[in-house]
């Protein structure tokens, strides 16, 4: 299901998820997971309305865990996303317990916001230049 949002979200907005993959001199790239932009008000079974506040989410299979893969991943998107978007936010959010995606973000420069009883809200604004 989640495939098929990501797909859809895609084909409505024009950007979305991607894979994360890891290239090397050892072979070919292997996929490790995903990372990307939705819009907040979008979720499986229900879409945006209005072009609204942007979301990062990502997900790495456990193996690629521990290696700056996603910080790395997630760093890209961002900087990619303020330079396509006017926007002047990205948002994010993990799990309350979830204490290695929340370092992520912070690496990310997000800062975090007040948490809600399920999850820990992050924001990042775009940078001055």
């Avoid at 979305?16 to 290239?23: E, I, P, R, S, T």
């Avoid at 193996?63 to 926007?87: N, W």
Wanted: charged share 20%.
């Amino acid at each position: 299901m989640f495939a098929a949002f990501q797909i859809e979200h895609w084909v409505r907005y024009g950007f979305g998820f991607m894979l994360a993959d890891v290239v090397t001199d050892a072979g070919p790239p292997q996929t490790v997971g995903h990372t990307g932009l939705k819009y907040v008000d979008a979720w499986p079974g229900h879409w945006a309305e209005t072009a609204g506040a942007i979301e990062l989410g990502f997900s790495l299979i456990p193996a690629a865990r521990g290696h700056g893969y996603v910080t790395e991943a997630a760093r890209a998107v961002l900087a990619e996303a303020f330079a396509a978007f006017d926007i002047p936010t990205i948002r994010a959010r993990c799990n309350i317990n979830n204490e290695k995606s929340a370092a992520v973000l912070l690496r990310c420069d997000m800062t975090e916001l007040e948490a809600t009883d399920n999850f820990r809200q992050f924001e990042l604004a775009r940078p001055r230049h």
